[in-house]
């Protein structure tokens, strides 16, 4: 499969924006890409259910074959999850436009500029 040609996290299933949102919400808490078995944990917990090891690998899998999430190896037997430049772009164009339509006001992050960019400027 080749580079997503996704232009916004609103083109992505329910699903992969979950493993998405899960992987940045991990690599902020914890300072470093987490493994496969944390992200499923901590999908567990945001959604009081468990999700089946198969469709988490496939679709991790499958948003990296897309370039929006690179994976390596933590050791031996283990893969870590990080996301790219762009998938973080796209996360907070989303982010911004969701809080516009519902009027929600977002504070400003320490190392982002006031430049408000759309989901729709962003380029694959």
């Known amino acids: 499969m080749s580079a997503d040609s996704s232009r916004s996290v609103g083109d992505l299933r329910a699903f992969e924006r979950d493993l998405l949102y899960a992987v940045r919400a991990l690599e902020r808490d914890n300072n470093t890409p987490p493994k ?4 499923k944990a901590y999908l567990d917990e945001q959604h009081d259910e468990e999700f089946n090891h198969s469709r988490l690998y496939q679709n991790l899998d499958q948003l990296t074959d897309r370039g929006l999430l690179r994976k390596g190896k933590k050791d031996d037997r283990t ?3 990080a996301t790219t430049d762009r998938t973080r772009t796209l996360l907070e164009a989303f982010a911004r436009r969701r809080a516009r339509q519902t ?3 977002l504070e400003s992050a320490p190392n982002q ?4 960019v759309s989901e729709q400027e962003v380029e694959p």
Not at 36 to 39: A, D, E, F, I, S
Not at 113 to 116: H, K, P, V, Y
């Open 113 to 116: 500029t006031n430049a408000d």
């Open 79 to 81: 893969n870590e999850y």
């Open 103 to 105: 009027g929600v006001e």
């Open 36 to 39: 496969g078995l944390t992200v």
